[in-house]
């Protein structure tokens, strides 16, 4: 009897017995806890839907506003946005754990949180493989493993899918315009450069230092691309601002524009590689 409750729990995703969870964040601190999270507190859209997806949505308590993402993420206490977060609200809600997202917070909130006592578990995605690990991350964190780890490998096989399909086709120059006033778009190490480079396209801006970087009209007027690409949604409709006033550019010349669902593409969750899947076909289109 006790084996097959203890089955059970396991496949609800529930740990059977409470005992210490540790693991590494991508900021190299290590969080201890002393059962997994039973009160989490997500503070950005992508790190919710890697709570859900790594099986421990009953858990989260509160999240940032853009957490839509699954459906009863968007029912959760909003602590915060962008601009500024709600501490009050959240040492209310009493977490055990707080999932920041480390370039999206600044240094100042990060340390308001941990003067609080919360355990902070800082992500700093850049790559697909980043994602599962993060998937497993969670999954230990919130007793979740085997949910999460089979989310994880989920993600690893349609990543590995997509790259093989398009490993031969032909480079594209490619410019992805993160936002239009001032004109910035992401360097090598971002995912969405990931994203191009595994289907086969080329970002112009790869070499630049700065993780998403501002560039002027002019050098990228200069780069020709091939294609432009920029991400949209319903709250963030897509806007290429200014790049129909310059056809000499390839891409403009060939109107090749393309629009991919920012809630896809532009968040580095599960469902990245879907997004990741609709750049190929554009990057493809414009072979």
Not at 7 to 19: D, I, R, S, T
Request: hydrophobic content about 50%.
């Amino acid at each position: 009897m006790r084996a097959l409750m203890t089955a059970a729990l396991l496949a609800a995703g529930v740990p059977a017995v409470a005992q210490g969870v540790k693991a590494t964040d991508d900021a190299g601190q290590t969080i201890a806890l002393p059962r997994p999270a039973q009160r989490v507190i997500s503070l950005a859209p992508h790190l919710t839907e890697l709570a859900f997806a790594a099986g421990g949505g009953a858990a989260v308590v509160g999240v940032m506003r853009y957490s839509d993402y699954p459906e009863a993420a968007a029912r959760l206490p909003v602590v915060g946005d962008a601009f500024a977060l709600n501490f009050e609200a959240i040492a209310k809600l009493k977490p055990d754990l707080v999932l920041v997202w480390g370039s999206g917070l600044n240094d100042r909130q990060k340390t308001q949180l941990r003067a609080l006592g919360l355990p902070v578990f800082e992500s700093e995605i850049r790559d697909v493989e980043g994602i599962a690990r993060t998937l497993r991350t969670l999954g230990t964190l919130m007793g979740t493993s085997p949910a999460a780890d089979l989310v994880a490998r989920e993600v690893e096989r349609n990543w590995a899918a997509l790259r093989a399909m398009y490993a031969q086709r032909k480079p594209v120059r490619v410019f992805f315009q993160l936002w239009r006033e001032p004109l910035m778009t992401v360097n090598r190490e971002h995912v969405i450069s990931r994203a191009i480079e595994a289907c086969g396209g080329r970002n112009v801006f790869a070499q630049l230092p700065a993780l998403t970087p501002t560039v002027s009209w002019e050098a990228a007027v200069q780069s020709n691309p091939q294609l432009l690409v920029t991400a949209g949604s319903k709250v963030e409709p897509a806007d290429f601002g200014r790049w129909r006033e310059f056809s000499r550019v390839d891409a403009v010349k060939r109107q090749r524009l393309a629009v991919i669902d920012g809630n896809l593409l532009g968040r580095m969750g599960p469902r990245f590689v879907q997004g990741a899947a609709q750049l190929c076909e554009a990057i493809d289109a414009s072979r």
